[in-house]
């Protein structure tokens, strides 16, 4: 078996291919690159999907977090409590606009914030809480909001691995990742679960104040053309890029679901190996899985990584050293990691996307069990 891939973008492509090419042929046609009629419908059919009353689009999801802390008025010197196990860009948006990245450990079953360790670093600065919906599965929301509540603290969730993903409250209602706090961030990168054909990414708020704000920012400040009311930025969706996600939206649901049947697969296969653990789905989350993340117990990790590169079957380690450890981030306030210290040298991910078939799923676990 050859050409396995951490992610098959060529395949789905070639599906979904009549659809984009004409979808960007329009575009290109009409010449209305930028803001043209499927930056508008591609935002309202995102609103629907996620049933919120503003989504903004943006350049990426680097720039959706750094756009959504903008909105917040926020002082230099205040605190913002976000992980140490996740992509830089969370934090990195955080010490850029001057602000002080709280680093807090992860919970090593589910990869995300530990509720309890977020109230330990709550302090007077304090201003704001980033969960990360990390792999595909939800932070553990309902007790986050409680302790923002609590503490009168923004949330902005972080949803780049997880749109899509449905959160259920203990009172039975459910909400889509990104929409449960006071702003939610996505990433239309590529290899993301909802992936354009470049760079892309959005905002999504139910509040008309910081929504009409974030539009603003995101360009140059600006409500009028040629009045510029606050410092902003500029960080739009390109028309391309929309069009191809109007298509993609609709099959957001169906690729959920493959990811899931995948996971699904490699979970039982793998269940009865005693030197790994398969992911762990949280009751009160749908894990869309972005990722599908084994950890290898024994020290076995970086040897079964090799021996599965080895047989050409690819693999990625997310990620190999936690942001309380990463040189640009050496003045953060130290605290205790114990868990995400320990992931570091555990975690793998396997082979994850929409073209998986069943053939191939039992020939990297027959290849994973080859490990000695
Ligand atoms: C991908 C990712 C981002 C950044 O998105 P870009 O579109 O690459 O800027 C931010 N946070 C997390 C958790 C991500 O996985």
Redesign the pocket.
Known sequence: MDNIQMVDLKTQYQKIKEEIDDAIKEVILNSSFINGPSVKKFTSELEKYLDIEHVIPCG????A?QVALMALDLNPGDEIITSTF??I??AEVISLLKLQPIFVDVDSKNFNLIPSEIEKVIGPKTKAIIP?H?YGQCAPMEKIMTIAQKHNLFIIE?T??ALGSNYLFSDGSIKKAGTIGDIGTT???PS?NLGCYG?G?AIFTKNSKLAEKIRMICNHGSKQKYSHEIIGINSRLDSIQAAILRIKLRKLNSYSFLRHESASLYSSQLKDINWIETPFEEHYSQHVYHQYTIKVLNGKRDGLKAHLSSLNIPTTVYYPKSLHKQPAFKKSKSGSFPNSNNLESKVLSLPMHTELNKETILHIVNSIKSFK
Request: no cysteine; proline share 0%.
């Open positions: 990426n999801g680097t720039d977090l996740t992509f860009a969370t990360v990390l972080d780049a691995q990433s239309f990168f993301k760079d990414g």
